[in-house]
C-alpha cells in the first residue's frame, strides 16, 4: 500500500475530522457514519447522518476521490485490509523505536 502524503480534511465538518485522520493514518475505525463513508454506502451514510452531515455528503464523496488514499476506501474488506496494515505499519515503527531505544541504553 502506498505511503500518505499530505491529506486536506479541511472540506470534511470540523467534527468529524479526527475519527477520519484516526481512521486513514492509524487504522482505527471510526463510528457507523464515517465507516459507511468509507464502505462507500452513501444510502447508509445518508440515514445515520447528523444534520451537518446530510448537508455534506457530496464533501464526502470530494474527499474520498481528492484526498483520501484510494486503497483505503470502497467496501468493507478494504477497510479491514486497510486497518490492518496501518496499525501493522504502526506497530513495526514502534518496535524500531524501541529497537534504537536500547542499543543507545
Same mark, same amino acid.
Given at each position: 500500500?502506498?505511503?500518505?502524503?499530505?491529506?486536506d480534511y479541511?472540506?470534511?465538518?470540523?467534527?468529524?475530522?479526527?475519527?477520519?485522520?484516526?481512521?486513514?493514518?492509524?487504522?482505527?475505525?471510526?463510528g457507523s457514519?464515517?465507516?459507511?463513508?468509507?464502505?462507500? $454506502?452513501?444510502?447508509?451514510?445518508?440515514?445515520?447522518? $447528523?444534520?451537518?452531515?446530510?448537508?455534506?455528503?457530496?464533501?464526502?464523496?470530494?474527499f474520498l476521490?481528492?484526498?483520501?488514499?484510494?486503497?483505503? =476506501?470502497?467496501?468493507?474488506?478494504?477497510?479491514?485490509? =486497510?486497518?490492518?496494515?496501518?496499525?501493522?505499519?504502526?506497530?513495526?515503527?514502534?518496535?524500531?523505536?524501541? $529497537?534504537?531505544?536500547?542499543?543507545?541504553?
Open positions: 500500500m502506498p505511503a500518505i502524503s499530505y491529506i479541511s472540506i470534511l465538518p470540523s467534527h468529524m475530522r479526527e475519527g477520519a485522520k484516526r481512521y486513514i493514518e492509524e487504522g482505527i475505525f471510526p457514519f464515517l465507516t459507511h463513508i468509507f464502505e462507500n $454506502d452513501f444510502v447508509h451514510a445518508a440515514a445515520t447522518a $447528523d444534520p451537518i452531515n446530510q448537508q455534506s455528503l457530496y464533501n464526502y464523496a470530494e476521490y481528492t484526498q483520501a488514499p484510494s486503497a483505503c =476506501w470502497g467496501s468493507a474488506s478494504r477497510m479491514q485490509e =486497510w486497518s490492518a496494515h496501518m496499525r501493522k505499519e504502526k506497530n513495526e515503527g514502534l518496535e524500531q523505536q524501541g $529497537d534504537n531505544f536500547s542499543q543507545k541504553s
